[in-house]
């Protein structure tokens, strides 16, 4: 089967055809995905994304056909839909609020007990984003029909079926009880229950093409959709089943994900940005994460190499880079970043191997958080990173296996058309062999662990 998948990421959008049965993807178009400063609030340009999701199936369907749709988005967005459309824009998770309307939302949030969602800044919890847009905007907040998620949003454009599914609604939101798999005491404080659409299964048929889209795209045929899901847990969907717990998953896009197949639940730290997520199944999964792609790309600039030249000066210099390059999150959130120990400024090649040990380490703080154990599977971008993973699996001590080719979230939003009992991993997934680092980088990642812990204290 042939799936067109819509993946909205935070950073870039694509449209996606991948042969679901191959677990390969066949084509793509991409392009960055905007934030919009006109308005009330800086917010994604809904518009330009669904213009640029029509042309790409229009080419996609003349070139290679495809027998179903199904779509993955980041988290911590919703859509407030009106009797016409948007009732108002969808905001730009990364708007910081007024003091005065956060210490309103923190008096009536439920506590991580209830939710085992942490407090984020800004609009990282779809339920502050709802706050805010009902305390700011009460006129327009009145006029709310139905509140859909994310991914679902995108579904209802080419349906015209409202739903919300439980990957986002389980995704840091204040909204749900990921143990018991019902909303939170938050929907009724809100007084946004009757607005909230139906819950559905990510594997749910949705509905089909709205005739009108299917004429735009030039469907020959009716094409079902399906209800999607949060990226991350895509990212993770296709593990589910193939591997025994305990296991890991690492998703790398923007944010590095972390989810602890069988890990711990009740030793999760909620000032740490540690998580339950909630999987495909509708399961409560211990994750933690931080804003490992935008960090890498911000200390990178798009430049560098692991040459062996600038990792044996990082490593042997004891070159540091610390938390938070994207302060306010992450298991550090309150860390100011600063480079130890550069007698010199650092050259591209250099800044790229800090970058990707600095990124390798955090993640194995995240791993430890999570108290996750057995292999930990690399997703995303990163899976690319050699030196990353080499790192990160020299860290952890445990087996790193990255799965190369298609990123993990245009795969597992496909297995949703094929419903989620055939949770396969792609053939050639293996335990490659690593060599870059020097021997001394064992005390490398003990010198960077001490230090973030003392500037931590």
Known sequence: MKVAVLDVGKTNVKA???????????????????????????????????????????ELNAEHGFDAVSITAHGASGALLGTDGLALPVLDYEFRYAPEIDAAYDAIRPPFSETFSPRLPGGLNLGAQLHYQKTAFPRAFADVQSIVTYPQYWAWRLTGIAATEVTSLGCHTDLWRPRQGTFSSLVERLEIGDRLSPVQKPSDRLGFV?????????????????????????????????????????????????FAVGGDLDH???????????????????????????????????QGTATPDAVRRIVEERILLTPGVVPGCGPFPAARHRIVNASNDLNPDETYVAASLYAALMTKVCLDLTRAAGPVILEGPFARNALYAEALSKAVGRTVIPVSGSTGTSIGAALLALGSSDPRVPKEEHAPAFSRLPAAFPEYGAEWHLLVQKDAA
């Open 16 to 58: 996606v055809i991948v042969d679901a049965g191959a677990r390969r993807e066949l084509a793509a178009r991409t392009r960055p995905n905007r934030v919009l400063t006109d308005g009330p609030y800086p917010h994604f340009d809904v518009d330009g994304i669904f213009a640029f999701f029509m042309q790409s199936l229009k």
């Open 210 to 258: 709205a005739q009108d889209i299917a004429a735009m795209i030039g469907l020959a045929r009716p094409v079902p959709v399906y209800c999607g899901i949060h990226d991350s847990n895509a990212s993770l969907l296709p593990h589910l089943g193939q591997h025994r717990a305990p296991f890991a998953v690492v998703s790398t896009g923007t944010w590095v994900v972390i």
């Open 268 to 302: 999760l730290d909620p000032k740490r940005d540690t998580l339950a997520n909630v999987d495909a199944l509708g399961r409560a999964v211990p994750s933690a994460r931080f804003m490992g792609g935008r960090e890498f790309e911000l200390l990178t600039k798009g």
